[in-house]
């Protein structure tokens, strides 16, 4: 920038470098013009010139690209009337180049990285830092933010794991009450159902449900559910199994809570003569081989390479080593024409489903000749929970999984399920479910290793028949995007997965569906606390 005064003295101009550009021209008349007024001008210009190179500064710095207002206009204006241009454009530019080669040098071994922005901005005012410096430690700063999320993300995983395989302080006082008070009160023990109730058990013209569980509190829900929304619950007959530690407390709590008109039998395994050990060797050694024990009851983190896992991937594998899944409990559906020889059609039910609608009409259902009226998961709108196909089971990179099994066919689902016992019984069904069951441990588990539903995939193949999904709502255990309304109309809602509704880490806005059936008001569940969550 110049500063030009003409020889005459008559005006004064300033221009730019980079051509004539008049700035301000003062013009004045010889006879008025003063080496005084002279002076005094100059000093003004010098004393405004400062100011606008400091407008000029923070344009730039603030990347002003818009603005209204007359300050900011002049701001905008004042740098190129000067000749300047705004460079952020080439500033952010050079920024970006900075940031491709930091992406690309490995972070130094035992770098000492701040704990916080702040940290970081002091340092480099202190070591006077150049933008490549800060670029690397910014890059390693965020690289260990994202390390300690996935690591806290694994750790909430686990711990969400154990919880879900836990049986909370409430449920454990309540067995542990009603079975004392079986132990005490006859009235708990009476006979159920009663004598003259008993031909019913085995009456076709009757509506058969069997549940096999341990948890007493769900027990009562799937029951109470069941004959709430039922428009004959006179033709409702629950056969509830149970294991031994937990029958005394399961039979005092339906002869104490009788839910008449339906009638509820309650029976522990160990009352069925012939499913023993000995007859059932399979069951025995799923539930003693060593490294089965080892594989559902260990170290779930030891040798798993979470570097290389997603959470959602180490949630499923987490879920499929429930204890639940080695329990002799889970397995009892396989042997459902034993259990009852005199029945010809029978629903099974999972403990964590809830029944809303009247399920009379299953029983008219035309199952063409299948065994399992079920219903097919690889379809619908949920893509995680609808879309499951035998590729999600098993390993097909084992031979034997890839030459008798197709990694397209439709999966379906246990939960409720209706069985056609006389045509189940013409069958070798439970002799599949067996041999591939000890395929499998043969194998070391390297077949599958999701519980029970896998190898009842192979027993049941070609016995399926689909039925409409309105039926059997899944997910609730594990999707929280569940859609309510849906839901709402379902007439069966299952809490499959880890976050079941007597459980803290149920979903809240999908445990009222469970809870309305709890009765809040019985004197066993307010001495255990278990209060409505």
């Known amino acids: 920038m110049q500063l030009h005064v003409s020889p ?5 101009t300033i221009s730019s470098n980079n051509g004539f550009i008049d700035l301000m021209k003062i013009k004045v008349a010889a006879r008025h013009i003063s080496y005084r007024t002279l002076f005094h001008t100059i000093l003004i210009l010098a004393f405004l010139l400062p100011f606008v190179f400091i407008l000029t500064a923070i344009v730039t710095l603030e990347g002003v690209n818009k603005c209204s207002s007359f300050d900011c206009l002049g701001r905008r204006l004042g740098p190129r009337l000067l000749g300047r241009v705004d460079d952020s454009g080439r500033l952010v ?4 180049k900075i940031l491709n080669q930091v992406n690309a040098e490995e972070i130094p071994d035992g ?6 922005f702040n940290q970081l901005v002091s340092k480099m005012k202190n070591n006077q830092y150049d933008a490549k410096t800060f670029a690397l430690m910014l890059r390693a700063m965020m690289e260990k933010l994202e390390r300690e999320i996935r690591e806290s993300k694994f750790s909430e995983l686990m711990n969400k794991h154990f919880a879900a395989s836990s049986i909370p302080k409430g449920l454990y006082c309540l067995s542990l009450r009603l079975t004392d008070e079986y132990s005490s009160n006859a009235h708990a023990r009476r006979q159920l159902p009663s004598p003259e109730l008993l031909p019913v058990l085995s009456n076709n013209s009757y509506h058969h449900f069997v549940l096999s569980t341990d948890n007493i509190l769900a027990a009562s829900v799937v029951v109470n559910s069941a004959v709430q929304s039922s428009l004959r619950p006179e033709k409702i007959v629950f056969h509830i199994i149970t294991d031994k530690k937990t029958y005394a407390g399961m039979h005092a709590w339906f002869a104490l809570n009788p839910v008449s008109p339906a009638i509820v039998e309650v029976k522990g395994v160990h009352q069925f003569d012939w499913l023993t050990r000995e007859n059932v060797p399979v069951l025995e050694a799923v539930e003693n081989h060593h490294g089965i024990r080892n594989y559902y009851h260990g170290n779930h983190l030891a040798g798993a390479n979470l570097s290389n896992t997603t959470p959602r991937t180490f949630a499923s594998k987490l879920q499929a080593r429930s204890p639940k899944y080695i329990s002799l409990l889970n397995h009892l559906r396989i042997y459902l024409p034993e259990l009852f020889p005199n029945l010809d059609k029978v629903v099974f039910l999972d403990d964590d489903i809830v029944i809303q609608r009247d399920l009379s009409p299953l029983w008219e259902i035309d199952l063409w000749g299948k065994v399992n009226g079920a219903v097919e998961t690889c379809k619908g709108e949920d893509e995680w929970v609808m879309s499951k196909h035998f590729r999600n089971y098993f390993n097909f990179s084992h031979p034997l999984v890839a030459k008798h099994l197709d990694p397209d066919e439709c999966a379906w689902a246990y939960g409720m ?3 056609d016992l006389r045509t189940w019984r013409k069958t070798n069904i439970r002799e599949t479910y067996h041999y591939w ?3 499998n441990l043969k194998s070391n588990l ?7 539903l896998p190898p009842a995939l192979i027993a049941f193949k070609g016995h399926i028949h689909p039925i409409d999904p309105s039926w059997h709502m899944l997910g ?7 859609n309510i309304e849906k839901a709402k109309r379902a007439a069966v809602i299952h809490y499959n997965g880890q976050s079941k509704p007597w459980l803290q880490i149920g979903f809240e806005h999908l445990r009222p569906f469970w809870t309305k059936y709890v009765n809040y008001s019985n004197d066993f569940v307010r001495n255990c606390h278990i209060l409505e969550l």
């Open 8 to 12: 005459s003295m008559r005006s004064l």
């Open 476 to 482: 609730l255990g594990y999707q929280s995007k569940t």
């Open 446 to 452: 390297t077949m599958w290793k999701l519980g029970t």
């Open 437 to 439: 069951l000890k395929e």
């Open 93 to 96: 530019k050079d920024f970006y």
């Open 417 to 419: 399920n209706i069985f």
């Open 111 to 116: 770098i000492k990285l701040p704990d916080s």
